[in-house]
């Protein structure tokens, strides 16, 4: 395998290991959404506000799955 061929199969990799096992956990308080958290197995990878776009996109994925 060549070099190239070789850098391109561990980038692959790595970007398939970022996205498998990805979660995510609503931090609440009093009843409301604070925070978002996406993590990855055990490890905190990012917080999300739930009043943003994205937040409110991930929110609505598990109002209507529930």
Request: proline fraction near 2%.
């Amino acid at each position: 395998m060549s070099e190239n061929a070789t850098v391109a199969a561990e980038e692959t990799t790595a970007a398939a290991e970022t996205t498998e096992d990805l979660s995510y956990q609503a931090v609440e308080k009093d009843g409301s959404v604070t925070a978002i958290w996406e993590m990855q197995g055990q490890k905190h990878i990012r917080t999300i506000d739930p009043r943003s776009a994205e937040g409110k996109q991930i929110l609505a994925l598990f109002e209507t799955a529930a």
